[in-house]
């Protein structure tokens, strides 16, 4: 078997089920893949520091080089060609085109962004830019607590501003925020991902501030650029293991921290009650006016889906049933959820136009003979682009798909031992090589294309 034989008659019928204009992308972020991490008058940020302590990444690695994708990103993009992409979402690294998060703008990192950007467009792919995938500014930390207080607002406005001063009338969209709820969670509760505190009241201050600063920089950039603006949440929907209230309850909460918490706010000026509630002393505090900055309209909702919550409070909990089988993050797939999730939320908020901006699997990719055989991730590929059809057929207004990720890059905590590419880096030599899962994304595009002009 050859890459090229996994696409089959079904999947051009796949194809079809996708309007004429939708937008088949695949998506990346700054820490992720651009390395070049003290190059250009770069400053450090928040996950340079965290990759220094001792402990924090599973495989002791960094960022410095990653990807290298600050020097190769001619070739990457010449790689999306030749996949097909008509989109491309991409994060700026804030600490890059301002050093300390404030001050001085750095031409040099706007100068990286401006020649990408503009090929990308010379590619016949629209730019579709993220403001904040994680990557803070370490000065902003330092000085002012960095998300921990209320003075980053007006700094991360003001980044906005000139970013979309900038680029607003070369990109198809700007995105403020990538998953605040990593952000905060994982950041600042548990201690997973940078800074690595450990404090649920710190937790959720860190979330109302990033709320907070959403709010500000759409502002900020509805005054400078008539581009499409928006923000990427992402929604892991809970279920409960069992029909016993305590589950249910219990997967409640857990969606309130995490869909409601974020969606409540910016489409209905409010947190939810309950969870308030649960919060108790850890709740957040709210000034007023807060709550009006962060409702701000949107031209779209950015959703990142990878699996689903599965909520037991019994011991040992009940595990989930897997019947699809589990990533190598150990994440259940449960395309089923995606269909669900969105008439929900199309439901309960009538939210604007949906972007699909992630979505993908960490799969336990091998190099032989020159060929990566994903087939585990077309599977997961057709499954989700089915759910997504599904969705649509039932009316929620979905305008594209990026899949995470193009490139096999630095997944955070993990560090370089999870692939979520469509394309295998070595990163010895920083050789990319199309997996299966590249040839049979490609033939779904061309095929969409080819439907899309009348041709099947």
Same mark, same amino acid.
């Given at each position: ?112 962004? +401006? ?67 990593? $952000? ?42 008539? @581009? ?30 995490? $869909? ?13 009650? +309950? ?16 709550? @009006? ?21 019994? @011991?040992?909990? $009940? !595990? ?6 589990? @990533? ?23 939210? !604007? !136009? ?103």
């Amino acid at each position: 078997m050859t890459a090229n034989d996994n696409f089959k008659p079904a999947d051009t019928n796949l194809a079809t089920h996708f309007p004429a204009g939708f937008q088949w992308g695949s998506a990346t972020s700054a820490a992720q893949i651009e390395g070049a991490s003290a190059l250009d008058g770069k400053g450090p940020s928040i996950w340079d520091t965290f990759c220094g302590e001792p402990g924090r990444i599973n495989d002791a690695s960094n960022i410095d080089v990653a990807c290298d994708h600050y020097h190769l990103f001619r070739e990457d993009i010449a790689r999306m060609k030749w996949l097909g992409l008509e989109a491309y979402r991409f994060s700026i690294s804030w600490p890059r085109v301002q050093a300390l998060g404030e001050g001085a703008w750095n031409e040099a990192g706007f100068a990286f962004y +401006d020649q990408l950007i503009d090929a990308l467009v010379e590619a016949g792919i629209k730019p579709h830019v993220t403001l904040y995938h994680w990557d803070l500014p370490q000065a902003l930390h330092d000085s002012m607590g960095g998300w921990l207080s209320r003075e980053i607002v007006p700094h991360f406005a003001a980044y906005a501003a000139e970013v979309a001063r900038r680029f607003g009338a070369k990109v198809a969209s700007i995105a403020t925020l990538n998953e605040p709820w990593c $952000v905060a969670t994982l950041g600042y509760e548990t201690g997973q991902f940078a800074p690595g505190m450990r404090s649920r009241k710190a937790a959720m201050q860190v979330s109302h501030h990033l709320m907070m600063a959403h709010g500000a920089a759409i502002q900020a950039m509805r005054a400078v650029t008539q @581009t499409q603006l928006g923000v990427v949440l992402n929604h892991t929907p809970a279920f409960p293991a069992e029909p016993i209230e305590a589950d249910r309850q219990a997967a409640r909460i857990d969606d309130g921290l995490n $869909v409601r918490w974020y969606m409540d706010p910016i489409f209905r000026g409010s947190y939810p009650a +309950d969870v308030i509630e649960h919060l108790g002393e850890d709740a957040p505090q709210i000034e007023p006016q807060d709550l @009006t900055l962060i409702q701000q309209p949107l031209d779209f909702l950015g959703v990142n889906f990878y699996t689903r919550s599965f909520i037991s409070t019994q @011991t040992p909990a $009940v !595990p989930a049933p897997g019947k699809l089988g589990f @990533t190598d993050m150990g994440w259940e797939i449960y395309p089923k959820a995606l269909t669900q999730h969105l008439v929900r939320i199309t439901r309960e908020y009538s939210p !604007p !136009p949906i972007f699909i901006t992630e979505n993908g699997m960490a799969n336990a990719d091998e190099l032989v003979d020159g060929q990566v055989m994903d087939v585990e991730r077309i599977a997961y590929l057709k499954a989700h682009l089915a759910a997504l059809a599904q969705a649509m057929d039932m009316g929620v207004d979905v305008r594209g798909y990026f899949y995470w990720s193009l490139l096999d890059n630095f997944e955070w905590n993990s560090g370089y031992l999870k692939r979520f590419g469509i394309f295998h880096v070595d990163y010895s030599n920083q050789q990319r090589v199309a997996k299966a899962s590249a040839h049979w994304y490609r033939a779904l595009i061309e095929a969409f294309g080819s439907a899309s002009r009348g041709g099947a």
